[in-house]
Nanobody, 127 residues
């Protein structure tokens, strides 16, 4: 069973940085494509970033391009480095995994492309 546990959320001032981590169960991070989504109260969960397994290509939502970076290490952790944070980045951030490794980039924008999800970590950016 795939298990994902996020950490690294917290409170930060606008312009600051945070790094989120997603610890995956053994083998998951290296074998799966991984994504990050975020959700605010009353809203749908929205795509933030993904890293595609077959070529390690990073994919980003327009709202975070140039500010956020997704990466993974050789173990089982995926990271989301968030710089130049804005109040509108405030949300619960979720890590997700899919065994799909080579679909077109827009496949990874879709919430229902990911069968496995973490519990989320809160990020709050104050103005």
């Amino acid at each position: 069973q795939v298990q994902l546990v996020e950490s690294g959320g917290g409170l930060v001032q606008a312009g600051g940085s945070l790094r989120l981590s997603c610890a995956a169960s053994i083998g998951t991070s290296s074998m799966y494509s991984m994504g990050w989504f975020r959700q605010t109260p009353g809203e749908e969960r929205n795509f933030v970033a993904a890293i595609r397994r077959n070529d390690e290509r990073s994919i980003y939502a327009d709202s975070v391009k140039g500010r956020f970076t997704i990466s993974r290490d050789n173990a089982n952790t995926v990271y989301l480095q968030m710089n130049s944070l804005k109040p509108e980045d405030t949300a619960v951030y979720y890590c997700a995994a899919t065994p799909v490794t080579s679909a077109p980039g827009n496949h990874f924008y879709l919430e229902n492309s990911y069968p496995y999800w973490g519990q989320g970590t809160q990020v709050t950016v104050s103005s």
